[in-house]
């Protein structure tokens, strides 16, 4: 949990952050994704909400518990590292299967993929 707490803290609050962001309207359009405007795609974006929220509370879950002893972080360990990459994976096939290669919106995005797949394995190792 060592270094997984900090993947989760910077995973956790980014999406916490991120949604606040988007509440608020507070990045310059020059930053939005591509077609933010429309209907379409803010009902797209806002499909990540309750996922990304699902993956803040499991990974912030799983801190707290670890923080008391209490084995049950793994499991939620377990939930939020897979709902991440599947949210990572989400956005990418969209973003792919769109033709729009934006390196601001896919780097975020592959990380998201990506990381869990090195704590996972020891992970399922110590269920």
Known sequence: MKQLRYFFLITDLGFIAYWLITILHLLPAEY???NYQSPVMVSWNWSFFPLDMLISGSGLLSIALHQKNNRDWKKWA???LILTSV???QAISYWALSGDVDLT???PN???LCYPFFFLPKLFRTL
């Open 110 to 112: 592959l990380f998201l």
């Open 87 to 89: 949210s990572g994976l």
């Open 78 to 80: 377990l939930v939020s």
């Open 105 to 107: 919106w896919w780097l």
């Open 32 to 34: 939005l994704y591509n």
